[in-house]
C-alpha cells in the first residue's frame, strides 16, 4: 500500500465526510474535519461518533474536529470538499481567505447546483479561484465504506498526476481506486444517477417489480451517456465504475438516500414531506431541476428524468409517468 497523505483537512461533517474521515485516518493519515455547525462539532468532540450521519463507527483521537474556518486547513497535503451540492457555494464562500490555492481539493458531491447547472469541482472554483481539482466518485455506500466493504471508486482529473495523488492517497485494501481525466463525465454520471436512482425507487414504491427495474436501469444509463456526451464527456466513462457502476448500487441498496426517498413518493408521500423527515440531504430531487434544464439547453432526450420532474414537482402520479415511459413511441433500441 503506497505511503499515507502527511495532513488532509476535510470539509463537511456528514455521512460522506465521516467516511472519508475514518478511511484516511485508518491509513495513518493525520485528518482534520472541520463541520458547519459548532454544536454538532462539540457533540462529535464529546461522542467520538457522528451518531446522526454514520452511528457505529468511532471516530479515532487522531482526527481533530473543528468548526471555525480559521482552524480548518493545518498546511494540509490535501483538502475533501464532502459538502452537499446545493450547499457547496455557502460553505465555501467562508474560505476565500483561508484556503491554500495551491493544495488539491477533491470533491466528493453528487449533483449539479440549481440556477448555476454547475458540478460541484466547478463550484468550488467559481468562488475561489483557479486551483487544483480532482473529483472521486463511484459506487460507494457510506456504510459500507466504514465497514471496511470491498469498494472501487474512480478519481478523475483534467491533471493526471492529480488524479494518481488522489488513487495513492485513499487506496486500502478494501477501498480501491482508480484514474480518469474526464472529470465532467465523471461528476455527470454521479450526479444524473440519483435522478435515476429516484425513479428506481418510486418504481419500488409502487411494485412495478424486478423487469421495469432492469429496464429503468439500462435506459436510464442511455439518458445519462447522451447528455454527458452532449456536454464532451467520453461514453467510455458510462461504461464504468462512476457510470453503471455507482446507477446499480444506487438503484438497489436498501440503504441509499434517494432510492429510498423515491420508494416514500411512490407509496404516496410528496417530494416535500421526504425532504422535512430525512435528516441527510437527498441531492437527486433538486438535481432534478438542473438536469432537465442541462438537457433542454443541450437539446437531450431524457424521458425518464422528465417523468421523475413531473412526479416531484407538478404532483403527477408515478403509475401515470410510468404509463407514458411504457406507451411512448416505438423505436429501436
Known amino acids: 500500500m503506497p505511503p499515507p497523505l502527511a495532513h488532509v483537512s476535510i470539509i463537511g461533517d456528514g455521512a ?64 475533501v470538499s464532502a459538502v452537499p451540492c446545493q450547499y457547496i457555494r455557502s460553505v465555501w464562500q467562508r474560505f476565500t481567505e483561508c484556503v491554500p490555492r495551491a493544495v488539491p481539493i477533491v470533491s466528493v ?7 448555476t447547472l454547475l458540478r460541484p469541482t466547478a463550484i468550488i472554483a467559481d468562488c475561489i479561484g483557479e486551483v487544483p481539482l480532482v473529483c472521486l466518485s463511484g ?41 480518469s481525466r474526464d472529470l465532467v463525465g465523471v461528476e455527470l454520471a454521479g450526479a444524473v444517477k440519483n435522478v435515476i436512482a ?11 417489480g424486478d423487469n421495469a427495474k432492469a429496464a429503468l436501469v439500462t435506459r436510464g444509463l442511455v ?15 458510462y461504461r464504468g465504475l462512476a457510470g453503471v457502476g455507482d446507477l446499480i448500487t444506487t438503484c438497489v441498496s436498501k440503504i441509499g438516500r434517494n432510492r429510498s426517498a423515491g420508494e416514500r413518493i411512490g407509496r404516496g408521500a410528496t417530494a416535500d414531506e421526504v425532504i422535512a423527515s430525512t435528516p441527510s440531504v437527498i441531492e437527486g430531487i433538486p438535481t432534478t431541476r438542473s438536469v432537465l434544464e442541462l438537457a433542454r439547453r ?4 431524457m424521458p425518464i428524468v422528465s417523468g421523475v420532474a413531473s412526479v416531484l414537482f407538478e404532483g403527477r402520479r408515478p403509475a401515470d409517468a410510468i404509463n407514458e415511459l411504457m406507451t411512448r413511441r416505438l423505436h429501436g433500441e
Open 198 to 208: 429516484l425513479a428506481a425507487g418510486i418504481g419500488d414504491g409502487i411494485e412495478a
Open 298 to 301: 443541450h437539446n437531450v432526450e
Open 139 to 179: 459506487p460507494s455506500i457510506g456504510p459500507e465504506v466504514a465497514m471496511m466493504k470491498p469498494t472501487s471508486v474512480v478519481a478523475a482529473s483534467e491533471d493526471e498526476a492529480l488524479a494518481k495523488l488522489v488513487q495513492s492517497g485513499f487506496s486500502t485494501s478494501y477501498f480501491r481506486v482508480y484514474t
Open 223 to 237: 439518458e445519462i451517456t447522451r447528455l454527458g456526451v452532449a456536454l464532451g464527456a467520453s461514453p467510455d466513462t
Open 16 to 79: 460522506m465526510g465521516t467516511v472519508c474521515a475514518l478511511l484516511l485516518a485508518r491509513r495513518g493519515t493525520s485528518v482534520t474535519l472541520w463541520g458547519a455547525f459548532p454544536e454538532h462539532i462539540t457533540t462529535l468532540q464529546k461522542d467520538r461518533e457522528n451518531k446522526r450521519f454514520l452511528p457505529g463507527h468511532p471516530l479515532p483521537e487522531s482526527i481533530k474536529l473543528v468548526s471555525e474556518p480559521s482552524l480548518a486547513f493545518d498546511d494540509p497535503t490535501l483538502i
Open 109 to 115: 458531491a453528487k449533483g449539479i447546483e440549481v440556477g
